[in-house]
């Protein structure tokens, strides 16, 4: 989901549904709304036919007390640089995150974009194929974690655990205290292990064609 609508300002919910709608036709997107939305956002995209699609905890760590990161014996963690070592990262992403593997070069070329937002992508390698993704915002003074995607068959050993802690371990390099992502139901009990706290939510709404 590379595609959505995270706050509106300054105009009324009814035009800024006609703006979204005309600027994203033909992609699906999603609305997200929560503590620093606007007061009624919620209530008057239901109004408009919305569906709530998805319920997100926002999850925060004090990234100076974690613990450092071990990294399973067969797993290398590399970043990410390059149009191949990229096809490879959203190639690995694509199953886990709902993207068409056969519709990927539109975003390869999105992800190439996104380099001037200050995007750290690291790429977990076993047996010289990328199995596992993960992405670390730096934009902000918080520090943002994204994108975390393990291929089915190389879930439960401990292989996203690392990769989130690699880019913690970076971020607290980077002078940043305090992280944040928003958790998926699986991915919640697995941040939650690692010293992350819900401090917030977003509601993910989907509107009417």
Request: charged content about 25%.
């Amino acid at each position: 989901m590379l595609n959505g609508v995270l706050r509106v300002r300054n105009q009324p919910l009814d035009a800024a549904i006609k703006d979204a709608k005309r600027r994203l036709d033909g992609t699906q997107w999603l609305w997200w709304v929560g503590a620093d939305s606007d007061h009624g956002t919620a209530e008057g995209l239901l109004a408009h036919g919305a569906q709530q699609v998805a319920d997100l905890p926002v999850m925060a760590i004090d990234i100076t007390t974690f613990t450092d990161p071990v990294t399973p014996a067969d797993l290398k963690i590399r970043t990410v640089g390059g149009r191949a070592e990229m096809e490879e990262y959203v190639q690995a992403y694509a199953e886990p995150l709902g993207f068409d593997p056969d519709d990927l070069k539109p975003v390869v070329e999105r992800e190439l974009d996104f380099g001037y937002l200050d995007v750290v992508r690291l790429a977990g390698i076993v047996d010289g194929g990328t199995v596992a993704t993960c992405a670390l915002s730096l934009g902000t003074d918080v520090a943002g974690i994204f994108c975390v995607a393990t291929a089915p068959e190389y879930r439960r050993r401990g292989i996203a655990t690392a990769l989130t802690l690699e880019a913690l371990r970076i971020a607290r390099q980077s002078g940043r205290t305090v992280a944040t992502l928003q958790a998926s139901s699986d991915g919640e009990p697995v941040y939650r292990r690692l010293g992350f706290e819900t401090v917030s939510r977003y509601r993910l709404f989907a509107l009417p064609a």
